[in-house]
């Protein structure tokens, strides 16, 4: 069985009010749990902060996992240096991204947790950090689950992931370009990734009139996820990479239109939250 936890489910930059207290307002970063292995974080957001303090709570100082991250744009890596494991010395974070056409994943990583735009380098931190680059098409294995890649159209390079084994599977789509021309097609690339997943976890990120004004913005409308989920045959979609500008009451109409929409194909619609747990098989 997969157990899929949420710790940051915002697109863009973290938000907090009272209009999102429900939903949250920390960036991506989405918890995989295995019986076979050690966890597969997606994401590195501002919720990895959260998904640290809870390992803290649950007496566990140190980590050993794997991360996977979609690319490296600032609200999908900007909890890396506040993930209060890293301070372990026993800590090993196995870093997977996309390969940098001009430099490596591991620079870029190290170029944003250094001064002067972070008080220490990241190999300061007495935990380590290994950094694996790859891209479409690769399989990885992390304990007893196949880890497939993906190419995601996006603003630069994106990788998608789908996670499995025996008793389940999970795709993760967190930020995709809605097609801009108006129609509703989807990747190969994408299709393959996801076919017949149990969970796609998708990007949601902006309503049709937002889409209008942001058509090469990088992201997808609910009734495109719902697209994508009925393209690859999922049998449950979880709205993601929510707007900031978006309140609880939004995306829980949202949520409701979509499930209404979806009743018919037979797929379960729900959008995700902070605190929400998900299990696959």
Known sequence: MLKISFFGVRGSTPCSCDATREIGG?????????????????????????????????????FSGTALVTHLHWDHIQGIPFFRPLLHPNSNLRLVGP???????????ERFVQPPLFPVKLSDLPGSVEFVESGNGAVIEAGDCTVHIGEVPHCGVTNGYRIQNSTGSVAYISDHQQPSDGSMTVSPEVLELCAGVDVLIHDA????????????????TPMYALEVAKAVGAKRLVL????????????????????EEADEFGIDVMAAFEGLQLTSG
């Open 26 to 62: 920390n960036t991506a970063c989405v918890v995989v749990e295995h019986d076979g292995g050690d966890p597969i974080v997606l994401d590195l957001g501002t919720g990895l902060r959260y998904y640290g303090a809870e390992l803290e709570a649950r007496g566990q100082k140190s």
């Open 99 to 109: 390969r940098q056409s001009d430099s490596t994943l591991a620079e870029e990583v």
């Open 205 to 220: 990120q902006y309503s049709a009139d937002e889409f209008a004004d942001r058509t090469d913005w990088g992201h997808s």
């Open 240 to 259: 993601f990479h929510h707007d900031p500008s978006h309140s609880d009451d939004w995306v829980r109409t949202a949520e409701k239109q979509l499930a």
